[in-house]
């Protein structure tokens, strides 16, 4: 899916409404009570109310079911007004602002993140590797041209042998920078976590719309999605025919 971040919803930019389903999605799965989304907000101050009722007004979000709300394992105060993303609002949140690209170009984009792949998986330093990724959206319909840009979504895990040759000490280190609590530079850096992981792969490349596979599966947070598998740990880069 691709937005004009500029455009309008309810008072806000389509774009501070992307970015605040896009945090609902990531932090909390996708489902949220009102706190939650004016916490998350990032829309024009006062308007919370009116993109809130458009996006239940357009699909974008519904109720959420006694069961959903049960198996977030959260107490909420209200529970009649607890909402769960749809299908359209998880493409939403997944949605790219850059400008469509050629085809061509976005061949050249995913060769270019594969290559990336490979290079965090021979690195030493990186103490995070990709265990798999795969390719969705746009581009898997072949009679695009130009296409949105180029979804991909990885699951990254710990590189076991890695950690324990980085010591335990380093590995404190680590987790100090990535939570901003000691900064180092970047030419004195020992060892890449996970953050550090995930800006190699995105490489800035406005292109490319780089999501996560979550501990159920589920490709940027959507559960019922089409993708193909374009990297496996252990097996590398498979075909990609598109």
């Known amino acids: ?52 009722r458009k996006l239940i007004n357009e699909d974008y979000i519904r109720l959420a079911s006694k069961e959903e709300r049960n198996r977030s394992g959260c107490n909420y105060e209200d529970a009649d007004n607890v909402w769960v993303l749809t299908v359209r609002g998880g493409a939403l949140a997944n949605a790219s602002a850059a400008k469509p690209i050629r085809r061509a170009t976005a061949r050249n984009t995913l060769t270019s993140f594969l290559d990336r792949i490979e290079e965090v998986s021979s690195d030493s330093r990186c103490l995070w590797v990709v265990d798999e990724a795969v390719l969705f959206g746009s581009m898997l319909d072949p009679t695009r041209d130009p296409v949105s ?58 292109s490319l719309s780089l999501h996560l596979i979550n501990e159920k599966g589920e490709v940027g947070g959507l559960a019922d999605i089409s993708y193909d598998v374009i990297y496996q740990r252990g097996t590398g880069r498979l075909p990609v025919k598109y």
């Open 149 to 206: 840009d180029v979804d991909v979504a990885v699951r990254l895990v710990q590189h076991q042998e890695r950690c324990e040759a980085a010591g335990e000490r380093a590995l404190d280190i680590l987790f100090e920078r990535e939570m901003g609590w000691r900064h180092i530079p970047v030419n004195e850096v020992e060892f890449f976590g996970r953050n550090d992981v995930l800006k190699k792969l995105k490489s800035r490349k406005s």
């Open 1 to 52: 899916m691709n937005i004009n971040g500029s455009d309008d919803f309810a008072g806000s930019s389509m774009l501070a409404v992307r970015d605040t389903v896009r945090d609902l999605l990531q932090r909390l799965h996708g489902l949220f009570d009102q706190e939650d989304f004016l916490y998350y907000y990032k829309g024009v101050e006062g308007g919370e109310k009116a993109v809130l």
